[in-house]
């Protein structure tokens, strides 16, 4: 069956980074488009970065620069790296499989805290 597992989320100071992680399984994973999101209290899940098929990028303009999304189809991985957090980073954080089905993680929590 398909799953996306995230992990790598946690507890961590203001400036600091992360590197989340999203294992897929059950698709062929190289056809789809790979996303992160993130959603916090009361508030619309929000579309943090996406990778395509082909590796190209696209951001939200809070965590240009900042983040990076990259993807390794031989091990069927997708990855956000997270630079100079901010305390408004903190979010559950998921991600996506979009083809012509979609696909969602369970989610990883980031706290971003001193």
């Known amino acids: 069956q398909v799953q996306l597992v995230e992990s790598g989320g946690g507890l961590v100071q203001p400036g600091g980074s992360l590197r989340l992680s999203c294992a897929a399984s059950g698709f062929i994973f190289s056809r789809f488009a790979m996303s992160w999101y993130r959603q916090t209290p009361g508030k619309e899940r929000e579309l943090v970065a996406t990778i395509s098929t082909s590796s190209q990028t696209h951001y939200a303009e809070s965590v240009k620069v900042r983040f990076n999304i990259f993807r390794d189809n031989a091990k069927n991985m997708v990855y956000l790296q997270m630079n100079s957090l901010k305390p408004e980073d903190t979010a559950v954080y998921y991600c996506?499989?979009?083809?012509?089905?979609?696909?969602w993680g369970q989610g990883t929590q980031v706290t971003v805290s001193s």
């Open positions: 996506k499989a979009i083809n012509f089905n979609e696909y």
